[in-house]
């Protein structure tokens, strides 16, 4: 039994969005039982090097709408990144949703062998067929964003487990 490149992708993306949503909302839930600034989770890092999880929120959306309008062919919807809040972290989610949910199965025919050409930063350049680009960059530059805000705010107390980092 084959699996299509759309299944491969955009159910795990809807999942772990869907999953990282419900993560932001237990924040904002313990921020406010806690009377904690919101700030203080949506500024928090893993160590002064990383990205905050504003950003790591923002990167997880990218590369879901990124990898899906590639291996389906369209163009990448543009963001701006002007999110400061939970509530603007939930529409960047809602909006990221929405698009990949826009897209059709029959869209990813001959993704697995398309050639996709990513530019990370200048000059850089990286050649995929579309099953590499999926399985060895899409997917775990992906996850590692999701994961990371999951354990962002596991680290600043919020009571979330396994079930809600997979979205059960």
Same mark, same amino acid.
């Given at each position: 039994? $084959?699996? *299509?490149? /759309?299944? +491969? !992708?955009?159910?795990?993306?809807? =999942?772990?969005?869907? *999953?990282?949503s419900?993560?932001l !909302?237990?924040a904002?839930?313990?921020?406010?039982e806690k009377?904690?600034?919101? +700030?203080?989770?949506? =500024?928090?890092?893993?160590?002064?090097?990383m990205?905050? @999880? %504003?950003? =790591?929120?923002?990167i997880?959306?990218? &590369? +879901?709408?990124?990898? !899906?309008?590639?291996?389906?062919?369209?163009?990448v919807?543009?963001?701006?990144? *002007?999110?400061?809040?939970?509530?603007?972290?939930? +529409?960047?989610?809602?909006?990221? %949703?929405?698009?990949?949910? *826009?897209i059709?199965p029959? =869209?990813?025919?001959?993704a697995?062998?398309?050639?996709i050409i990513?530019?990370? #930063?200048?000059?850089?350049?990286?050649k &995929?067929?579309?099953l590499s680009y999926? %399985? $060895? /960059?899409g @997917?775990?530059q992906?996850?590692?964003?999701?994961?990371?805000?999951?354990?962002?705010?596991?680290?600043?107390?919020?009571?979330? #487990?396994? #079930?809600? /980092?997979?979205?059960?």
């Amino acid at each position: 039994m $084959t699996i *299509s490149m /759309y299944n +491969a !992708s955009v159910p795990v993306f809807k =999942q772990m969005l869907n *999953s990282m949503s419900h993560v932001l !909302s237990k924040a904002e839930a313990h921020a406010a039982e806690k009377k904690i600034d919101p +700030a203080v989770f949506l =500024q928090a890092r893993l160590y002064p090097d990383m990205f905050p @999880l %504003l950003r =790591q929120v923002q990167i997880a959306a990218d &590369f +879901a709408k990124g990898v !899906s309008a590639r291996l389906a062919n369209v163009e990448v919807p543009a963001y701006d990144d *002007s999110e400061t809040t939970f509530a603007d972290l939930h +529409a960047r989610i809602k909006t990221t %949703l929405a698009f990949i949910e *826009s897209i059709t199965p029959a =869209q990813f025919d001959d993704a697995a062998e398309r050639e996709i050409i990513t530019r990370p #930063g200048t000059p850089k350049e990286k050649k &995929f067929t579309g099953l590499s680009y999926l %399985l $060895t /960059y899409g @997917l775990p530059q992906f996850f590692f964003h999701v994961t990371t805000t999951y354990a962002i705010l596991r680290h600043n107390g919020v009571e979330v #487990g396994k #079930g809600d /980092y997979m979205g059960l």
